[in-house]
């Protein structure tokens, strides 16, 4: 019986960031972190345990900010994590994001050489992001950061990077995003998409069953694994002026230009998906989470409501894979938690103005290679698997492969946008583990007695 089969996840101890929804609106803070001196990054985590936050979030969101703590496989060494340990993480976690860049598509532009510091280099140990409601409540919150930075000199911050929601939910091109989210079992968050089961909790979180009935690789000692998550983040910048140039020289007009946008996407800018709405957009279908997440592609196996090509459709098939029985797509699902950064660019403006800007691309997951990795490579640089080997994804495809198209099924016939320029390019990123609570008071406690974890707690 479902009931019976229900996980109970112990939310208390999992740091809420993967599985919770963020203040929305939001202002926030990136940091990385590199630990010159462990026992000053042992320390670090014991405070940082009693700031992260865990559990359901309370109705009432009282909190001040939300904060989440990620380590990278460089960090757990600097940390003094012992080797055993180290060597149960997934391989691809222990290389680091810089050498998986050729398989990513991150080559050329996006390539590491060219990545900011100190991206792709030994020295990004810790990531914290810090969400708050408004602008005073995260600078109490940096405070408090800082303060804990001056005790700790063992301590560098080594990159930071400022981003937020704005109140539209709209990310640089104009689309809202963050809509298309699984629900997990045992999270207490309602599914957005009555056609989606939940996932199974193991496909998020480790320590539980995953959607192949098996527990998901865990970190040994179990402490350490149990309740974390992998994390992706990637800093990618967005040439929004390009892209907005592209629409306007393919399109016949302005309705056509947003109905090409909305085709590369799968969604119009407000978030209406074309599955539901494909000929118009839809401003209450899009700002209506019972109904902006609730459908399926299976009906439209040619793509001519929603592009096979488009974005979001690559990014989550949904039923229209399940036809040939050779992919699962719930073994490739994903926890998105992007954020903006950098000056949005003025509406209705084509020429670049220098600034940086786009999304910091946030994943999390229990599988970096078949969920992050597959997804990014298999479905978005790729076009084998919707039969257009020369497509890649329109909006963020890497295009390494001279995949420079685009098809849009339409009758009479097909529409074919071609010379698609790359529109994002990686400006960093790496791989990290949000730890649970418990793992990071273990940590804190390595080289120690072992048994002072809780010292001076409250
Ligand atoms: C600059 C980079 C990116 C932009 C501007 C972008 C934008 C969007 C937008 C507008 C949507 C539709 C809204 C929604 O369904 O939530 C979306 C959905 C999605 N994107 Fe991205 N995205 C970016 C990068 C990525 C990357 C790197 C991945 C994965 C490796 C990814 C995976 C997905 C997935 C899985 C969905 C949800 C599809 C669904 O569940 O229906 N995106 N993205």
């Not at 118009?280 to 001519?304: I, K, M, S, T």
Request: one cysteine or more; proline letters at 8%; a negative charge.
């Amino acid at each position: 019986m479902a009931a019976a089969d229900e996980v109970v996840l112990e939310l208390d101890d999992i740091q809420s960031g993967a599985l919770h929804e963020r203040p929305s609106p939001y202002v926030g803070t990136y940091l990385l972190l590199r630990i010159d001196d462990s026992a000053d990054g042992r320390e670090l985590m014991r405070r940082l345990a009693r700031l992260v936050a865990a559990g359901v979030p309370g109705a009432e969101a009282a909190q001040t900010a939300w904060i989440t703590v990620a380590v990278s496989y460089r960090g757990l060494e600097a940390l003094g994590v012992p080797q055993s340990s180290l060597e149960s993480f997934a391989p691809e976690f222990r290389e680091g994001m810089a050498a998986r860049a050729e398989e990513l598509g991150d080559v050329g532009p996006s390539a590491p050489e060219q990545w900011e510091a100190p991206f792709g280099t030994p020295d990004v140990h810790v990531a914290i992001a810090v969400l708050a409601s408004d602008e005073a409540q995260l600078e109490s919150v940096a405070a408090q950061a800082r303060r804990a930075h001056e005790e700790l000199p063992g301590i560098a911050i080594v990159w930071h990077q400022d981003c937020y929601q704005l109140p539209s939910g709209r990310t640089s091109f104009g689309f809202k995003d963050g809509i298309g989210q699984p629900s997990v079992e045992g999270s207490g968050r309602p599914p957005s998409n009555p056609h989606e089961r939940p996932l199974k909790a193991g496909e998020i979180v480790l320590g539980y069953p995953d959607e192949t009935g098996e527990l998901p690789p865990m970190p040994s000692p179990e402490v350490l694994g149990r309740n974390g998550t992998y994390v992706v983040l990637r800093k990618l910048h967005t040439n929004v002026a390009a892209y907005r140039r592209y629409l306007r020289e393919r399109a016949a007009n302005r309705n056509d230009e947003a109905l090409l946008g909305a085709k590369m996407v799968g969604r119009w800018q407000d978030g209406a998906p074309l599955a539901v709405s494909p000929e118009h957009d839809d401003h209450e279908l899009g700002a209506d989470p019972a109904r902006n997440n609730a459908f399926r592609y299976g009906d439209d196996p040619r793509g001519l409501k929603c592009p096979v090509g488009a974005h979001a459709r690559r990014g989550n098939p949904r039923d229209a894979l399940d036809g040939d029985g050779s992919v699962n797509v719930r073994l490739h699902r994903m926890i998105r938690r992007g954020t903006s950064y950098g000056p949005p660019l003025p509406e209705g403006v084509l020429d670049d103005d220098g600034a940086d800007r786009g999304i910091v691309f946030v994943f999390a997951g229990a599988h970096l290679k078949r969920q992050f990795e597959f997804v990014k490579t298999q479905w978005l640089n790729d076009g084998v698997f919707i039969g257009a080997p020369n497509e890649a994804d329109p909006l963020i495809g890497s295009h390494h492969h001279g995949a420079t198209d685009f098809t849009i099924p339409q009758r009479p016939i097909r529409r074919r946008l071609t010379e698609i320029p790359p529109f994002v390019t990686t400006r960093g990123g790496e791989y990290f583990f949000a730890p649970s609570l418990s793992a990071m008071r273990w940590i804190a406690a390595l080289g120690g007695s072992g048994e002072d974890d809780e010292r001076d707690a409250p």
